[in-house]
């Protein structure tokens, strides 16, 4: 009997130490991610802060109103990128407030990404008429799109886990502000390596000779 009843304790600890920690899990849930919002209003005009590091380009924080935004400068005429937020480890969201100008038939090109500077991004195109997932360089996925100079539009990526195991999936939207966020992204793409690890970006280069501005930049990572 003595036997009997050690193997019953033996067999039913475990069990008793998964429903301890199943009841710990209702009573303290995982902790929602840490959304990151940036709409520069409490940072002061001219030089960046530290921690919003400049990749390429020239980035100052400005006032238009009341209103502060990222503004990208026309010097030097390449493509400038900054990196903010922390590394996103397992994917999440990345989106941004964009606004640029065309000049006669010269085009800017801006984008948003996630993944540092290997990572992916969510490119508008104007001079393409294109909304496209590029990576190094390398355009992934393409879709038609209709950009207007001197509005804002907001242009958002997310990298999450698809599906199937050990794929990813890469998704691009681009609205102009006011008018609701597409349900569907236009522009996709499936992954099937680790996507890169990495801080959340803004890029443009301002080939118009005008700025380009960013602002209300929001970092989601993933659950």
């Not at 067999?11 to 009841?23: C, E, G, K, R, W």
């Not at 990345?94 to 948003?112: D, E, I, M, N």
């Amino acid at each position: 009997m003595k036997t009997s009843l050690q193997s019953l304790r033996t067999t039913s600890l475990p069990l008793v130490m998964s429903l301890i920690a199943a009841a710990q899990l209702l009573a303290d849930p995982p902790a929602a991610p840490e959304v990151v919002k940036q709409d520069f209003s409490s940072l002061p005009e001219g030089p960046l802060p530290d921690e919003l590091m400049v990749i390429e380009g020239t980035f100052t924080i400005v006032a238009e109103g009341e209103n502060k935004m990222l503004q990208l400068g026309i010097e030097p005429l390449t493509e400038g990128g900054l990196l903010m937020g922390k590394s996103l480890k397992q994917g999440g969201t990345v989106k941004a407030k964009v606004r640029a100008s065309s000049k006669r038939r010269s085009f800017p090109r801006f984008s948003v990404g996630i993944g540092g500077t290997s990572g992916y991004r969510c490119r508008i195109a104007p001079a393409e008429k294109l909304l496209e997932i590029n990576k190094e360089d390398t355009r992934l996925a393409k879709a038609d799109f209709t950009w207007k100079s001197d509005a804002w539009f907001w242009m958002e990526i997310s990298v999450l886990p698809a599906p199937a195991a050990g794929q990813w999936s890469i998704e691009g939207r681009c609205w102009e502000d006011g008018q609701p966020r597409p349900e569907t992204p236009q522009v996709t793409h499936t992954a099937t390596e680790q996507p890169p690890n990495g801080k959340a970006s803004v890029w443009g280069a301002p080939f118009s000779e005008k700025p380009i501005f960013f602002d209300d930049i929001e970092i989601t990572p993933a659950k």
